[in-house]
């Protein structure tokens, strides 16, 4: 058996987040199954993030073990063939045993999409948030700066999180508009539990008037949860790219 | 009572195409379902295109008529209200009572997508027909080009067709490549049963070596359906415009 290293991409639509639990069909249970399918053996895998129910990836990547008599390509071929069409596997490469998708990565790359159109679009319902109300996204970008910097982010983090430690390094945080979609980018070396929605949904409410940048900034200072935004819904999220080297 | 033009987007996946039939949700159907929510009054809706099942539409024109109480941008928001999240109307504007959608139309474009990577793409899955072997977009924009004139397509329209006339001009006809994605553009003044994705078809069987583009120009010169390629899956093709000057 060697460690190999899967890219996945997927459609979280239909599925409870990432990792395996007793309620709901998540990722991590549909690729087990593949997998067990293809070898036969019920192996493990380990994912480089907990995504949430409803977030999707272009970039997602875990470990396994693969019998050495499978070559990696004939087992993503393999793979996609026993996988449903919203998840595919795009590479697999043998990897060292200490590589592990998650502590060894260095950096993250979220995007999160806003349809920013007068109506609805059926083609972008499942990948977006819609916003009716024209947005500054100048002044969006404004506010998307202020994240940019190394705090303790606990404002930014839901409080079902267990993590002890929330200071985290955001090294690029912007907005852009293309026609009526809007797309905010960030990328850090490691995000909280919602931090990605909770930072859109505060941008969001710079906007709309609910929030100042100066209540962002103390929210970024003090902590304190109250004086950041809501949540914005899961189906705007990508976890676009994860990179393990500087 | 007075006539009135809807624009719809709509993604087609869910729909047994644009024209009521007993066997099969169409989009008609549920359009004309939301206006009766909306004005309590079961107006018939007439199409510009009959799309399709599976199908998409970015801008699809349908007439009906609307009660003189009902001020049009009202209208639009009800009805998008009572329209499934696959379903969208875009603009309503009255119209002359002359004005006919499918006969005042003077040009058409559809676009149709394929992904050109080595593994699915989950994302475009249900917008696109997948072909993991690389195309070589150069060598199928000069197949496109054939089709740009004036012919009898006969050999390039399902055998189901009723329509007499098969004689129509295509304006435009190319094919442009963004990374893994090929985008078929193609322009008319009519299009008849299927023709787009037989002209998909062949185009793809240029490249594979199954046909060659003398036997394309005779399927142009001769109108036999057996020297054009197969119809290509529904779900890669959008009507994208349609033009009603010139």
């Given at each position: ?6 890219t ?29 399918t ?12 907990r ?9 997602f ?9 499978f ?7 393999a ?15 043998p990897?060292?045993?200490?590589f ?9 790359r979220?995007?999160?999409?806003i ?26 970008n ?7 910097g ?14 002890q430690?929330?200071?985290?390094t955001?090294?690029?945080?912007d ?29 969001l ?14 929210a ?27």
């Amino acid at each position: 058996m060697a460690q190999v290293c899967l890219t996945l991409q997927y459609d979280g639509t239909q599925y409870h987040g990432w990792q395996v639990q007793p309620n709901g069909v998540t990722v991590q249970q549909v690729l087990q199954d593949a997998i067990q399918t293809v070898t036969g053996i019920r192996a493990s895998v380990t994912g480089c993030s907990r995504t949430d129910s409803g977030v999707h990836a272009r970039h997602f990547y875990c470990t396994t073990v693969l019998p050495e008599r499978f070559p990696p390509e004939q087992f993503v071929k393999a793979l996609n063939a026993n996988l449903p069409r919203d998840i595919v596997v795009s590479a697999c490469v043998p990897v060292e045993e200490d590589f592990h998708p998650r502590y060894s990565a260095v950096k993250k790359r979220y995007v999160y999409y806003i349809w920013n159109g007068a109506v609805r679009n059926p083609f972008w319902e499942k990948y977006s948030l819609h916003h009716r109300n024209k947005l500054d996204e100048k002044s969006m970008n404004e506010t998307a700066s202020l994240f940019v910097g190394t705090y303790d982010f606990s404002a930014f983090c839901s409080s079902a999180s267990e993590v002890q430690d929330k200071v985290r390094t955001i090294y690029r945080a912007d907005v852009l508009r293309d026609g009526d979609l809007i797309c905010f980018t960030i990328e850090g070396n490691g995000f909280l539990y919602n931090m990605v929605r909770i930072i859109v949904g505060t941008i969001l409410e710079v906007e709309t008037g609910k929030l100042s940048r100066q209540t962002v900034y103390q929210a970024l200072t003090s902590g304190n949860r109250q004086h950041a935004g809501l949540t914005s819904p899961a189906c705007g999220l990508f976890l676009d790219e994860v990179f393990y080297t500087h």
